[in-house]
């Protein structure tokens, strides 16, 4: 059974950093894709960032520059570093596990999920 646990969300005003974790059991962060995604009250959720087995990455437009995904192979987690966040940041964020091996952005490509940690910017 695939487990993926989030944390590190938080509350931060407009141009702070939060760092968010992705523990994962079940299966490693190695040998497949894995994701980050959020979701405000209302709205679908939306892919945010990926990484590929090989290390790839991809990011949706609104966050290039300020995010940065990145896994540990060994400690078995994926990492989102949040830099310059902004209000529009604020959401659940979700982190997800797929079996393919390459850049995954869409959601229904994914296989597993986290419970999801909320991150607030206030302006």
């Known amino acids: 059974q695939v487990q993926l646990v989030e944390s590190g969300g938080g509350s931060v005003q407009a141009g702070g950093s939060l760092r968010l974790s992705c523990a994962a059991s079940g299966r490693t962060v190695s040998s497949n894709a894995m994701g980050w995604f959020r979701q405000v009250p209302g709205k679908e959720r939306e892919f945010v960032a990926t990484i590929s087995r090989n290390g790839l990455t991809y990011y949706t437009n609104s966050v290039k520059g300020r995010f940065t995904i990145s896994k540990d192979n060994v400690k078995n987690t994926v990492d989102l570093q949040m830099n310059t966040l902004k209000p529009e940041d604020t959401a659940v964020y979700y982190c997800?596990?797929?079996?393919?091996?390459?850049?995954?952005?869409?959601?229904?490509?994914?296989?597993?999920w986290g419970q999801g940690t909320q991150v607030t910017v206030s302006s």
């Open positions: 997800a596990a797929s079996l393919r091996v390459g850049i995954v952005t869409t959601q229904t490509n994914y296989d597993y």
